[in-house]
């Protein structure tokens, strides 16, 4: 539905040309939702302003709907742009406009009657919740209320994709969700394709079908949502991964932490369960085959699409020999795991 | 006070208000639109041109450096052309509207820099003409900036006026001259000024109201 072929741009300053975005090539199938991760300055905002041509590539095509946006006149591609819905981080309504101008402002621009916009933007109200908000002003509405009325504007001129550039970085956890929801609602319901950039893993998990990872203007990788949190193949996915499992340890833990190992100090490790090793009784093994003591200090596994992915937090004790042959074992295994630190012995009861 | 003293007063001021109003309509007939001009040719805007910005604001400029009572003189020979005299209230309005273009140019485009950035975008997402963009983004948005510097021409031009009014053009400017400078009679000064005043904190009150009911923000 949506086709990025060898996308580059380029920005052209007085110190030469800053390369934004690197011959990317990606495709959203019809009705799945393609997420962009990356660090703020890999070019997700350019890459996703590409899409509808707010920003020209350099080089390359886009192609929205067996159509190329960038071989288009201006009037075409006004015509295009119409049936691209984009949803914004700082939501960008009209403060003069109600709720009901606002999302009614896309029709108004293809002048449609008054009497077919009244018909369409009804049900649009119904779908984003704020059938009692209709005569409000975006200034009377909350961050979650204001996005729901861009969507809803979004979606007023039946697009077939929708954009989404940072929709929920503005909002709270919770609020974050309940849109997230609804994009997939929107999905479910219209059928439409959505490409969204984001920073957060989170946002990825919930939503998307598809993810790809862009760092410093290059498409690294890209993949089915739950086989890249299952098995993330370069550096930066990992680190985008793990990051997303990591949760901070408590303060009388972390405080004790010291990076040398001495006779008298436990081990911290953490252990990240993706892909195959999320499946092995590893805990077990350290138990029996090893014969170490283990005190559980943090955990966290998560299903996505059937993949248990998640991060195990342990403090480990036992002989010398036992814990080095232990460790030997994990590496060879070739599951992810860390030092954290070592604790000294009195931090961390072990029942004898 | 006589009949005809008080007669004089409220032609004279009725002369102002007409002069200021005048003015103000033709000022903005022009002001606006080349307010909107230079927003939308200036560097990194919906239609950038750079020269035509350029040469738009240095003619701006030039305008405004020019103090009204010498723009007033100095156009006698255009305002003839125009109204067929150089005297009296019609004539005044000539030079009025003239210095007040600018302003408002100015106001407006300052007011159009304020609309966020973002809402441009998302209409040119929704496949908005220019044209469309500018009616029904950037007036919507800016209105009630807009209006606020409305107001303050024609507060400035209610001062001009009485300018106008000591080389002939009427209004209460005119008599506060001849009759309070020139007789010395205080009581007739001090009467202009209350007028003045008066018709300020109108024009004043007027856009404070508008701009109220116009904000949504």
């Not at chain 1, 709270?172 to 479910?188: A, G």
């Not at chain 1, 919930?206 to 098995?231: M, P, Q, R």
Request: with cysteine; aromatic share 6%; glycine share 6%.
């Amino acid at each position: 539905m949506i086709t990025f072929s060898n996308i580059s741009k380029k920005y052209i300053t007085p110190h030469g040309s800053i390369p934004a975005l690197v011959d990317i090539n990606l495709s959203v199938p019809k009705g799945k939702i393609y997420g962009i991760i990356g660090k703020s300055g890999a070019g997700k905002s350019t890459l996703i302003r590409c899409a509808n041509l707010l920003e020209r590539p350099t080089s390359g095509n886009i192609i929205v709907d067996d159509e190329d946006l960038t071989t288009l006149p201006p009037t075409q591609l006004r015509q295009a742009r119409r049936k691209i819905g984009m949803i914004f981080q700082h939501f960008n309504l009209l403060s003069s406009c109600n709720v009901y101008d606002n999302i009614a402002l896309p029709l108004t621009l293809s002048k449609t009657t008054s009497t077919a916009i009244k018909k369409i933007i009804m049900p649009l109200l119904e779908l984003v919740g704020l059938t009692d908000k209709e005569h409000n002003f975006p200034a009377q509405l909350s961050g979650g209320q204001k996005q729901r009325v861009a969507i809803a504007r979004a979606l007023a001129s039946n697009p077939k994709v929708l954009l989404s550039d940072e929709a929920t970085s503005a909002l709270d956890p919770e609020t974050t969700e309940t849109i997230l929801q609804l994009l997939k609602n929107i999905r479910d319901t219209f059928n439409v394709t959505i490409l969204l950039i984001t920073h957060e893993m989170s946002v990825i998990k919930t939503c998307c079908d598809f993810v790809g990872i862009l760092h410093e203007g290059k498409l690294l990788e890209e993949n089915d949502v739950g086989e890249f949190f299952a098995y993330p193949k370069t550096a930066v996915a990992k680190n985008f991964v793990t990051a997303s499992f990591s949760t901070k340890l408590p303060l009388n833990i972390t405080q004790h932490l010291q990076n040398v190992s001495s006779a008298d100090t436990h081990p911290i490790m953490r252990f990240y369960f993706m892909g195959d090793a999320a499946t092995q009784p590893i805990i077990s093994q350290l138990i029996n085959q090893f014969r170490l003591r283990i005190n559980i200090l943090q955990g966290n596994i998560e299903y996505i699409k059937n993949h248990a992915v998640g991060t195990l937090v342990i403090a480990l004790s036992g002989n010398a020999n036992d814990l080095q042959n232990a460790l030997n074992y994990l590496t060879s295994l070739n599951i992810h795991t860390e030092i954290i630190g070592h604790v000294p012995n009195n931090v961390i009861a072990f029942s004898e | 006070m006589s009949q005809t003293t008080l007669l004089l007063l409220v032609s004279s001021s009725l002369q102002t208000i007409y002069m200021v109003a005048a003015a103000s309509v033709l000022a903005t007939m022009f002001g606006l639109p080349l307010g909107i001009a230079l927003y939308i040719t200036r560097r990194g805007n919906i239609l950038e041109k750079p020269r035509l910005y350029n040469f738009l604001a240095t003619l701006v400029n030039i305008t405004r450096s020019i103090p009204f009572v010498i723009l007033m003189i100095a156009i006698i020979p255009f305002t003839r052309l125009l109204v067929g005299t150089s005297i009296g209230t019609n004539a005044a309005i000539v030079p009025l509207s003239l210095c007040a273009i600018p302003f408002i140019a100015r106001v407006t485009e300052n007011a159009l820099s304020e609309v966020n950035k973002g809402l441009i975008e998302a209409a040119t997402a929704m496949g908005a003409t220019t044209l469309q963009i500018i009616y029904k983004v950037l007036i919507p948005e800016s209105l009630a900036s807009i209006i606020n510097g409305l107001t303050l021409t024609v507060i400035s031009l209610v001062g001009y006026s009485a300018m106008a009014g000591a080389v002939g053009g009427g209004g209460l400017g005119d008599v506060a001259i001849r009759y309070g400078y020139q007789r010395f009679d205080s009581v007739i000064m001090l009467i202009t000024i209350v007028i003045m005043i008066v018709l300020v904190q109108f024009f004043q009150f007027l856009g404070d109201w508008v701009v109220k009911r116009i904000s949504h923000r």
